[in-house]
């Protein structure tokens, strides 16, 4: 799985579950970079090496940070992506489950979705 390709992955939950949308340029390196809009951007880059399950959950990682951010910054809650049995509580961890990258509930343990595939709220 290619950079471009993972990123849009990622982007398709942030766009599904969060209220603070990006403006997504790319940077003079190999990433890109995320800014909200308070004016803060944060650059978010591909993993070095490693499976397509792994690459997407370093994007996830770094998108979930920016998004927590960007939520505080606009006094929403800061939580993202919201785990859908404790709303509020925590955000869901990316992480790779039998070579799949998926959202799980910390508190749980469960898989909630593919990284990607979270539904609108």
């Known amino acids: 799985m290619e950079f471009g390709e993972a990123l849009e992955t990622v982007l398709r939950d942030l766009q599904a579950q969060c209220a603070v949308q990006p403006d997504v ?8 970079v995320l800014w909200a809009p308070d004016g803060s951007g944060q650059g978010v880059t591909p993993h070095p090496d490693g499976t397509a399950a792994e690459l997407l959950v370093h994007l996830a990682d770094q998108v979930q940070d920016w998004a927590v951010e960007a939520l505080w910054s ?26 799949t990258a998926v959202w799980v509930c910390p508190k749980r343990g469960t898989t909630v979705a593919r990284i990607g595939e979270l539904q609108t709220q």
Not at 84 to 92: G, I, N, V
Not at 93 to 98: D, E, L, S
């Open 25 to 32: 340029r790319s940077d003079d390196r190999d990433g890109i």
């Open 74 to 99: 606009e006094g929403a809650s800061a939580v993202w992506p919201q785990c859908p049995k404790h709303p509020d509580t925590h955000p869901l961890t990316a992480t790779v489950r039998t070579d």
